[in-house]
Structures are given as C-alpha cells and as structure tokens.
C-alpha cells in the first residue's frame, strides 16, 4: 500500500475516534496493558533479533534493549494512563455575550499526529497509549534498529483495536525508510502534528524539512552544578544517579560544574562513579583532584567539545568555575534546555537559579533523573519538549490537546 493510502486511513480512523466514547477508550488501554504482559515472550523475542544487529558497545543499544521488567512498567504506565483524568472536551472559558450567543473554549484532539523515533521501542506503546487516550490517531515511524520489536508491538495494537470494535488504522507503523520519512515530513493534508524523539541530528532534520507543525523534544545535554555551599552527601548520591541510574537516557547527567573551592570534594564523588567505571573528562583544575582516587585509563582531559556533549554513555565531563555567575553562564551557553540541577543549601541561590536557567525542568538538591512524564505524575510522556511554543518538558495528555470554540445561538445574526 503506498503511504498516502495509509496515511488517508488513519486520518479517517482518526475522525472516527472522536465518536469512541472515553469509557471504552478506558477499558481498551486496560485490556492493552494486559495484552503486552501476556505478550512478553513474543515482543522480547522480536527484540531480540533487533539487538542482534546492534553492537552492544552502540549507545543506543540499551535504549532498544526490552526486558520482562521494562514491559511490565510500560503495561503500568499504560494502566496509569488509563485511570487519567479525560483530557478532551473540557471547558476552558465559557461567556455569554451580550447578543445571547454563548460562547465556550473546549479542548479537543490534534487529531493526527506524527511520531519519528530511533532505537527506542517503549515509545511504540507510550505515544500510542497517550495519542489514543486524548482521541488522537497516531503515525509511527520508528528506526530500523527496532523495527521487528515495533512490528510485534503495534500488531498486538492493532489486535486489541480490533477487539474492541475501533478501527486498526488509528494507529500506522511506517517503513523505516529514509523515503517514507521524507513523505510523511510533506504530509499536510493527513498529520496534523510531528514529534520527533531522538538525536539532536534526528531532530535538526525534521525541523529542517517538515512542511508540518514541529515539536521538538531535544537531546538532553544535562549539567549538575555543586555550588560552594553545596552538601557533599547529598552531591555524592545526587551526582552518581544522575549519571549511572540509565546513562542512555536524556535525563542523564553529562557535566558536573563545581565551584573552585569545593574541589576537595571531587575525590569522593570520584570514588562512587568508579563504582560503575564512568569515564570523566576532567578540566585542568579538577585533574589533580580526581587522579588522587581515578585510575589513568578512566580520567582523560577535557577538550572543549567535552562540554555541551551528551554522551549517552559511562561518560562525563568535569568543569571548574569561580563564582556561582559563572556556573549559570557555562550552563546556559552549553544547555541543550532539557534538565538543569544546582545543589546548594542557599535558598536564595536556588531562586536565582530557577529564575534564570533557561531549560524545561530545573532541579534543586535532586538528580536530573525525575525528568519523566511518569515521574512527574503525567502517566507516561510522549516525549521531553525543549521548546517554549505551545508545550515544554515532559508532554502527556494536555499537550496533545488543542481547543475550538463553540457557539450556540437561537437565530442571532450581525449587522452590518
């Protein structure tokens, strides 16, 4: 079938969602959630055979890597997002104008929205949960990498809509051509909406060539900085999960920022990263400091594209700064926008730092690692937006929503 067929599919699948009642739409993501647990041989062996074509030392390798674990907390995620509250059809602003028209403000669905993503098959079930509980149909268009884990996941979808009496088009996995991505990016007329997940490539290149609205969800360069009034306990635990908790993740730690006269406390935080052999890419300053405990073969110099690097890996990098104005200025020249900590015990410094780092989520005395819909109470997330139109951060339901007015009238017409 050529993609503009399936394409005109999901759009009409997707006009036919609005007629679904959200009880049903309930019970679909419940039944779903039970569909992957009893599923998990299946789609782990799918995977399987995609990560047998990845090279394990590949950062994305444990991003396309499923487990029974990890499918057990996508079928709670999709339980959570079930027992959300509906977010369409609600009532924004409502006003009754002078001429007897009432006017109200109400949310409805996108209505088709686009979803390019790498090695990451979780997203599959994630945005899908997510686009169909806030009446969206969804296009997929998932990287080679995962395609016989995608294939699996969304034929289990599609049987479940089909149980459920709601058309199998709601939902269009994709080939992963390099083609098809460059149709569905023209796709006007069908896809409302396209949300890239992935490498700050995959996201320069969508925003580049896409004819249709874009919301990037950028690549998480992530700081931490210990600022001179900083507790070394907690900087100790803070620093180590941010950065070893899953290291191929956007949340993850990629630079540690310290203030020059804490640098005494480098050894010990150097000493818990050994323990999951993280490489550090140490500025002059730091050098001295980490060597005492670091072995050689773990501790390289940093050059300048150590910084405002995300390594998605074991790996970090170490700068030293004279002054907490200095922390922001390296902070906000590398950030990618995504996750920003500071820990400190100095309230007034945690304002300030709140109120002048520019990213979606910023942390005090707490890892970078929270950074998820989740997480953050949202059920799951559809991706992490850098951006400030329209949605930033973690986007769940509310972000999927768009709104309409409705007026009813009794005969009212406007003068000339």
Same mark, same amino acid.
């Given at each position: ?81 079930? *027992? !959300?509250? %509906?977010? #369409? ?10 001429? +007897?028209?009432? /006017? ?96 700050? *490539? !995959?996201? %320069?290149? #969508? ?10 969800? +950028?690549?998480? /360069? ?195």
């Amino acid at each position: 079938m050529k993609i503009e067929q399936q394409l005109q599919k999901t759009l009409e699948a997707s006009q036919k969602l609005n007629l679904v009642e959200h009880d049903q739409i309930v019970a679909f993501l419940k039944e779903l959630a039970a569909q992957a647990r009893s599923n998990t041989d299946l789609i782990l062996d799918e995977n399987k055979k995609d990560l047998e074509r990845m090279d394990p030392e590949d950062p994305k390798y444990d991003r396309l890597k499923l487990t029974k674990e990890r499918i057990e907390g996508i079928a709670s995620d999709i339980e959570s997002v079930a *027992g !959300l509250e %509906n977010p #369409v059809g609600k009532v924004l602003k409502e006003t009754l104008r002078p001429n +007897g028209l009432q /006017i109200q403000k109400i949310t409805v669905p996108f209505g088709v929205i686009g979803i390019i993503y790498e090695a990451r098959p979780n997203v599959t079930f994630d945005v899908f949960a997510l686009c169909l509980k806030s009446g969206n149909a969804c296009v997929l268009k998932g990287g080679s990498d995962a395609i016989y884990s995608n294939t699996a996941i969304v034929s289990i979808i599609q049987q479940v809509l089909k149980q459920f009496n709601i058309d199998e088009n709601t939902v269009t996995l994709l080939p992963a051509g390099r083609e098809e991505t460059n149709e569905m990016l023209r796709a006007r007329a069908y896809i409302d909406l396209i949300i890239p997940r992935g490498s700050q *490539g !995959l996201i %320069n290149f #969508v925003r580049d060539n896409a004819t249709i609205p874009v919301i990037e969800t +950028g690549a998480g /360069i992530c700081h931490t900085y210990f600022d001179e009034f900083g507790d070394a306990e907690k900087g100790t635990e803070i620093i180590f999960n941010a950065k070893t908790r899953r290291p191929s993740v956007c949340n993850a730690l990629d630079c540690l920022v310290i203030h020059s006269s804490r640098l005494n406390e480098l050894p010990k935080f150097a000493k818990k990263l050994l323990e999951e052999n993280v490489v550090i890419y140490a500025d002059e300053r730091s050098m001295p400091e980490i060597s005492k405990v670091y072995p050689e073969d773990l501790l390289i110099e940093a050059t300048e594209e150590s910084f405002g690097t995300e390594f998605l890996s074991l790996k970090m990098s170490v700068k030293t700064v004279d002054s907490f104005e200095e922390a922001i200025k390296q902070i906000n020249t590398h950030s990618s926008k995504h996750s920003e900590a500071i820990i400190t015990e100095d309230n007034a410094r945690i304002e300030i730092f709140r109120k002048v780092i520019d990213a979606s989520s910023v942390y005090s005395n707490a890892s970078t690692a929270f950074t998820d819909g989740a997480q953050f109470g949202l059920g799951a997330e559809i991706g992490i937006s850098t951006q400030k139109l329209h949605a930033r951060g973690p986007m769940a339901l509310e972000e999927l929503t768009s709104y309409k007015w409705i007026i009813e009238g009794n005969g009212q017409t406007r003068p000339k």
